[in-house]
Structures are given as structure tokens and as C-alpha cells.
């Protein structure tokens, strides 16, 4: 059985929520941990990982926010 730490089942998570609104604009971090029930605390420290393995975009800006 495969056992995922924490931070790899919130980033799951906050990544199937950013699949589905694909398409739409981008998503606040916010609204993902409001969403999912995650810290936003917690979610601000997983999500440099991903950006930085390339499996999650951030765009800047007042209609900003971050997409797959």
C-alpha cells in the first residue's frame, strides 16, 4: 500500500482542486484551503514544492492566483 506523508496528501489535494477548475481563471490559495479544509499556513509551505517541480503555475496580479 502506498503511504503518503501529510504535505503529499494536502498538495494532492490542493492539486484536485486546482484540476477542477481547470480552465477557469486562476485560484487563490484561500479559496483552496477553504475549499479542502487545509491551513493556510500550511498550504502556503506546500506550494512553492510544486511550483518548483513544475506541476503548478502562479500568475500575479489582481485576477492572480495559481493553476495546473
Known amino acids: 500500500m502506498l503511504r ?3 504535505k503529499g496528501r494536502y498538495g494532492t489535494r490542493a492539486m484536485l482542486e486546482l484540476a477542477l477548475s481547470a480552465g477557469n481563471k486562476p485560484v487563490l490559495l484561500r479559496e483552496i484551503a477553504e475549499s479542502q479544509g487545509i491551513s493556510l499556513k ?3 509551505q506546500i506550494i512553492p514544492s510544486l511550483k518548483s517541480a513544475g506541476l503548478v503555475n502562479s500568475s500575479r496580479g489582481a485576477s492572480g492566483g495559481y493553476s495546473l
Open 42 to 44: 500550511y498550504l502556503e
Open 4 to 6: 503518503l506523508s501529510t
